[in-house]
């Protein structure tokens, strides 16, 4: 446990960055998750009117440093693939 105000002032702040990323790395993975699935059902209209939403949460993530800028493109080249396959 932190002893100095300072320490402990750090580990509220930290808690709190904490909380914020699992929520929002918990809704990238699920809305990516729902693309796939929407995919794997054959049902690629309701997928590409998803699409838009989904690669703007993956473009906040990267920019607040959640996910690597090359992890993002990586993510949207392979959805996108994924989506121009299932045509």
Do not use: C, W, Y
Request: charged content about 30%; hydrophobic content about 35%.
């Amino acid at each position: 446990m932190p002893i100095t105000t300072s320490a402990k002032k750090a580990l509220r702040g930290s808690q709190r960055k904490h909380a914020f990323n699992l929520h929002k790395k918990d809704l990238l993975n699920k809305t990516i998750k729902q693309v796939k699935k929407l995919v794997a059902n054959k049902q690629v209209k309701e997928a590409k009117a998803l699409m838009p939403q989904v690669q703007k949460i993956i473009d906040k993530s990267s920019k607040t440093g959640l996910i690597k800028k090359n992890t993002a493109s990586r993510k949207k080249s392979r959805l996108v693939a994924m989506l121009k396959k299932a045509n």
